[in-house]
């Protein structure tokens, strides 16, 4: 496979203001933000490449993680459950998981 299909095994994460001491060196993290990119430098005669690093706007230690964008076990149980019986028809979950999330939309 090409660099490009590649999901990266670490990322960047950017802290400013208040952010910066919420965490210790080697502290386990859940990090909440938006990922963003940047153009790396240009060379002449390579093609132009981009960094992706998350934009931080909240940092939450693993132990006191929970709620939205935090997996459990009972989670993926519960995932696995909602498609098996959703099979034969995915545009009618696809509709049940909009009505849940953004009711205004549908």
Aim: net charge neutral; hydrophobic share 40%; proline share 6%.
């Amino acid at each position: 496979s090409s660099e490009l299909e590649r999901v990266p095994r670490s990322i960047a994460v950017v802290l400013l203001n208040d952010l910066v001491d919420t965490a210790s060196a080697g502290q386990e993290v859940v990090v909440y933000g938006v990922v963003r990119r940047r153009w790396k430098p240009a060379r002449p005669g390579q093609r132009c490449d981009i960094e992706l690093f998350i934009d931080a706007n909240n940092v939450a230690p693993c132990q006191e993680a929970t709620g939205p964008g935090v997996s459990t076990e009972e989670h993926a149980v519960q995932f696995r459950e909602f498609w098996a019986r959703r099979r034969r028809d995915e545009f009618a979950a696809r509709a049940e998981i909009l009505r849940g999330v953004a009711p205004t939309l549908h």
